[in-house]
């Protein structure tokens, strides 16, 4: 495959557990800077795709290249590394440690053993961890225990932890899932910000809220893509109301 | 923001911690006993060590080692290969076929000195082997089980079948290893003799000190970020790898730290006790120490040590009246902890010590400086983002 001036272009890119084809033959590009929603049913292979990419899931066959730079061949977190961010479908949080702490711990300094002893909370990691709080509306709980925070507060905590390592791609799995209407607006305005210098891949099943961010929708079933393009477009196609807006 | 001094002690509650264990070890346990008793707490104090290991390991890491006890017998064995052969001399030895080697070498038709024990020969290249030797088994085992993801009660069990591998090993190759019987009458060390009153007065104070560098070390690694991400690893160790960090060198890390460790206690365990034997090498202590940083309280560094000195206290107290139920106690004690007081002797002296009136306004301080700093350093970086 050649180069092109994708952020992401996954290519013919098949997974099979035990003869099942989870996701088969996909091809999937997403341009600088845009919000890009994935949607479909059940089991459709969309939190697949996702792990395909950050490497939680190793593919059968094809290509997924970041950057033009090949992911399938490296290791979880070698990706991150590269600039791909990735938020799990539950809150996947350290309860145990202080927001501040979550926010730090993730901050892409000392990620070495070595450099993780000689870490040095200096004042630009200090000013990140501020910013970044502020940004998901966290700045007045720095120092509360991250068991503590109200479900939606979490989400925005993983979201916060990925901006601390500023990725170029970030993909967040059901990012408002569990929130209340106030909050799901709140993750949109959130969104719109975040996208301004970097790609986003949201999975997302709340109708009223992939309207409010994206930027073009993918529609994925059974592994494959059965639509793409503007919410109003996929919205009127046939095949995807048949399969999935209909039921 | 914290100085070295400030993470090395820990705040001001670990400062009375660590100065109530140190007029504890240094001074009321000298005073207090005779020198037959201080040289026992001063062997209990060498499984502290063992015990410090798996706080860091287990508590801090989660990672539960059942094979402690390998890496204690690999620093005890280092130490006591060095000793025996200088017990070895061959005049002592004059009345063996081959003078000149260790006793239970002559007696297994030996006649020269296998060449893995040569580097013994010298204190300094001995001191190298306690502190290498175990470190690099222990980067092998953990390479090999890290890098391919197998943890927890896989983990555990491997580390106690290797314990038993490396137990049965010495006690078979009774020629190198002294057998069951380990490596015994060990006298002297550079000429200086270890088993006057006065040389144990000594071992006790350099395993005591020994015993504090290893906490302060302990220190260090958990209040740096390493020690941030080890919990944040026992949490969500998937979270931790997805935020691009290769979780598998940390873990091979804590393990090889936790094994050097452990290897110092082993070897201050033979200068002290005089022998090292196959019995401190297999699965039931490394199960004991794993009971002694259970009821110390598998988080604290400090609790770990008192938990040893507790259980072995108890040890003593009860094998001597009641020798046979006392393996049923311990079990039953390490049940109760686990249960009832999961965070152990440190988890309930946290509950409580917060009701003791000045120790609360003392903590309370701490944290509010702690908040202040935050705050202030909040409202500089929003008037700094205002005037850009």
Partial sequence: MSNTDFILAIEDLTVSFDGFKAVDKLNLYVDKNELRVVIGPNGAGKTTVLDLICGKTKSTSGSIKFKNKELTKLAEHEIVRAGVGRKFQTPSIYENLTVYQNLEVSYPRGRSVWGSLLFKRSDDVMTQVYKVAEEILLKDFLDMEAALLSHGQKQWLEIGMLLMQEPELLMLDEPVAGMSAKERDQTAELLNRICQNRSVIVIEHDMEFVKKIAHKVTVLHQGKILAEGSMDKVQADEKVIEVYLGH | ?388
């Fill in chain 2, 1 to 388: 923001m914290k100085t070295l001094s400030d993470k090395l002690l820990g705040g001001k509650q670990g400062v009375l911690g660590l100065a109530l264990l140190a007029l504890l070890i240094m001074v009321i346990l000298p005073l207090g006993l005779d020198i037959f008793r201080l040289n026992l707490v001063g062997k209990y104090l060498t499984y502290a060590f063992v015990a410090l290991s798996l706080v860091l390991l287990w508590g801090n890491g989660g990672i539960l080692s059942l094979g402690q006890g390998m890496f204690f017998g690999l620093g005890g064995y280092c130490m006591a290969m060095f000793l025996k052969l200088e017990a070895s001399d061959p005049i002592s030895t004059k009345i063996q076929t081959t003078p000149g080697i260790p006793d239970f070498m002559d007696w297994n038709q030996l006649t020269a000195i296998p060449w893995f024990w040569e580097p013994f020969k010298s204190l300094p290249l001995t001191i190298l082997a306690i502190l290498i030797v175990p470190t690099i088994f222990a980067y092998i085992i953990g390479f090999a089980m890290f890098k391919r993801r197998v943890g927890g009660v896989y983990f555990a069990i491997i580390t106690q079948a290797i314990a038993l591998i490396l137990s049965i090993l010495i006690v078979g190759q009774q020629g190198f290893t002294g057998g069951v019987n380990g490596i015994t009458d060990l006298k002297t060390m550079l000429g200086w003799d270890i088993r006057t009153d006065s040389a144990k007065y000594i071992l006790y104070y350099v395993n005591a000190i020994l015993l504090f560098g290893c906490i302060f070390l302990s220190r260090y690694i958990l209040t740096s970020k390493f020690g941030m991400l080890l919990l944040a690893m026992r949490d969500k160790e998937e979270r931790v790898r997805f935020s691009g960090y290769d979780v598998s060198d940390f873990k091979i890390f804590t393990f090889c730290v936790a094994a050097m460790i452990s290897a110092i206690g082993g070897a201050m365990f033979t200068l002290q006790v005089g022998f090292m034997s196959p019995s401190f090498v297999g699965i039931v202590p490394s199960i004991e120490m794993v009971i002694f940083a259970a009821v110390g309280g598998r988080m604290s560094l400090i609790g770990a040590v008192y938990g040893t000195l507790l259980v072995n206290y108890g040890k003593t107290v009860f094998s001597e009246t009641y020798p046979e139920l006392w393996l049923f106690l311990m079990g039953g004690l390490f049940i109760a902890v686990v249960m009832f007081f999961p965070d152990g002797l440190a988890g309930i002296y946290q509950k409580h010590a917060r009701k003791i009136p000045f120790l609360k306004r003392w903590v309370a301080e701490e944290k509010q400086k702690q908040t202040d700093a935050h705050a202030s350093h909040g409202k500089a970086s929003t008037t700094l983002g205002a005037e850009a």
